[in-house]
């Protein structure tokens, strides 16, 4: 089963780790490329890096934003299911970003199964929009995740 | 041409006139619903049918979500029968040339379907997902809808 992690790319050491523990249960998984990307330029704060991009050359940042979007929609698009990893971030309980609540958006119109690691981010304004999606919660437990 | 319209329910007013104007251009407009059925079948406005779910912040109530769910898909069914989408996006909240996150929502499904996406108005470049919206790479019609391919 081919399973896409979504997740902000400040989740990049848990997106790793939550990739080794979803081989070890005989999934195929596929966490963002930039993950890794970053990893091999050597880049440790992604955040950084981004926001230099953007100053250096808004246009061209456009363009990478769109290519990477696209890259992870064509993911989701070839995968069983997506599981989107939201952890506490910006203060906010299981967040989730607006480009995981995209993907997350193709995934219900591609009718793949949604699965959220820990309970719906509450506090967001678009708390309601990802409750209309019905994702499985997991509550961090791997097992649950079923074809 | 067949146009979708993408907007937060609020700006409901000002879209019945973009769609009159649209529709006097030779457009055929596609638009979301103003009433919805509650649990009983009955009809009612979008507003009232919001502030229930609103109420219902705990999820006790699973037609409200079920609703929402029929409802983000009914819009997304109306974006891929469309050639293009249009976002009315204006101040809302504070926030210049707002879009909420239905609307972003649907021109996600409008860039996976690779139609084209119109802004009304410019980026509202004070939202968090700007980078997205930017990403999406909308056109900016500056609220001149001659302005449409």
């Not at chain 1, 989107?84 to 119109?109: C, H, P, Q, R, S």
Request: charged content about 30%.
């Amino acid at each position: 089963m081919m399973i896409t992690v979504c997740c902000s790319l400040s989740f990049s050491d848990e997106a790793i780790k939550i990739e080794k523990s979803l081989k070890k249960l005989d999934f195929d998984p596929y966490i963002p490329f930039t993950i890794y990307d970053c990893k091999s330029k050597g880049i440790k704060d992604i955040k950084q890096w981004i926001s230099d991009f953007i100053k250096k050359d808004p246009g061209g940042f456009d363009q990478l934003k769109k290519d990477r979007m696209e890259m992870h929609y064509k993911k989701v698009a070839a995968s069983d299911a997506i599981l989107v990893l939201n952890y506490d971030k910006k203060g906010i309980k299981n967040y989730i970003g607006a480009n995981t609540l995209l993907e997350m958006g193709l995934a219900f119109w591609l009718k793949k199964r949604i699965y959220l690691l820990n309970p719906i981010p509450e506090e967001l304004d678009y708390a309601e929009e990802i409750k209309g999606m019905k994702p499985v919660v997991i509550n961090d437990d791997l097992s649950l995740i079923k074809l | 041409m067949k146009i979708t319209l993408c907007l937060s329910i609020k700006f409901w007013q000002e879209m019945l006139q973009v769609q009159k104007e649209l529709e006097s251009l030779g457009y055929e407009v596609l638009t979301p619903p103003h009433e919805v059925p509650n649990d009983k079948g009955e009809m009612i406005p979008v507003e009232e049918y919001y502030r229930i779910r609103k109420d219902d912040s705990r999820g006790n109530e699973s037609w409200i979500w079920d609703l929402k769910e029929k409802a983000i898909r009914a819009h997304f069914e109306k974006v891929a029968q469309s050639d293009v989408i249009l976002v009315l996006n204006y101040y809302k909240k504070g926030i210049r040339n707002y879009i909420g996150a239905n609307t972003l929502l649907e021109m996600g499904l409008a860039f996976w379907l690779k139609k084209r996406i119109y802004l009304l108005n410019p980026i509202p470049e004070e939202l968090d997902y700007a980078e997205e919206i930017k990403g999406m790479m909308p056109i900016v019609i500056n609220n001149d809808l001659e302005n449409l391919l």
